[in-house]
């Protein structure tokens, strides 16, 4: 049976240490790089898309600069409201603020530039599950939002359990909470080396959902999947 097309609907990332990964390991909770700061970009009426990308690269590059374990740029794979999707990790609060007071520090400051995006968001979210070791060249990133009926264990709980079936269809992924922002979800990131190895990957999920998900209640309020790929790491 044939419940779900994993197919354009990705978010931060999406993102030890790239969110968007291909390679794998045994399902582990991480102890360093436990967060992730997520940004996301559209690219500004009349804005040339290539102009943006050169200012999202050298954003990326000043933030490991400024003290960021590792970060990325990924760009989205087709056409979307949010089209870059930027991923920096770090251990914990008093890194960030380590790494924000560096930031300020800097003589040229980023409010007196022009930028070429016309909306950006930031998520922090917190990493749970991380099977991925090296960024792919493409990646599927999920957003699960459960019913607010639920409590806060329930929804884990759901989380794990469809992330089990995606890491298994997948050969890895990594798993994802909200920490702040805009929005309360888990998130699950899962990489693929082309569409023709992502479609091997898209029959194994949906046999997984037709065989053991079929009569479940997952409690999904809504759901979202966004194709990316990578344009640095």
């Known amino acids: 049976m044939r419940l779900k097309q994993v197919a354009l609907t990705f978010a931060l990332v999406t993102m030890s240490t790239a969110v968007f990964s291909a390679h794998h390991e045994k399902t582990t909770t991480p102890t360093e790089n436990n967060y992730v700061l997520l940004s996301t970009f559209g690219t500004a009426q009349g804005e040339r898309t290539d102009d943006l990308e050169k200012e999202l690269i050298a954003m990326v590059k000043q933030r ?6 590792n970060c990325g740029l990924y760009r989205h794979s087709f056409v979307g409201p949010r089209l870059f999707y930027a991923y920096c990790y770090f251990t914990d609060y008093a890194q960030l603020d380590a790494i924000q007071a560096k930031a300020r520090a800097r003589s040229t400051s980023p409010m007196n530039s022009i930028q070429k995006y016309s ?16 960024a792919p060249e493409n990646s599927v990133f999920m957003t699960w939002r459960f019913g607010p ?13 469809l992330f089990s079936g995606f890491n298994k269809a997948f050969g890895g992924c990594n798993l994802y909470l909200h920490a702040w922002g805009a929005e309360i979800a ?18 194994a999920i949906n046999k997984i959902l037709g065989e053991q998900w079929a009569d479940l209640k997952l409690d999904i309020k ?4 966004e194709f990316l790929t990578k344009v640095l790491d």
Do not use: W
């Open 64 to 69: 490991e600069s400024d003290g960021f374990d």
């Open 119 to 134: 909306s950006h968001a930031d998520n922090i979210v917190q990493v749970q599950k991380r099977n991925m070791t090296e």
């Open 222 to 225: 809504d759901h979202s999947d």
């Open 149 to 161: 009926y639920l409590t806060i264990n329930e929804r884990q709980e759901r989380a794990e359990l």
């Open 186 to 203: 888990h998130y699950v990131s899962c990489g693929f080396e082309n569409f023709t190895d992502f479609g091997k990957k898209d029959a």
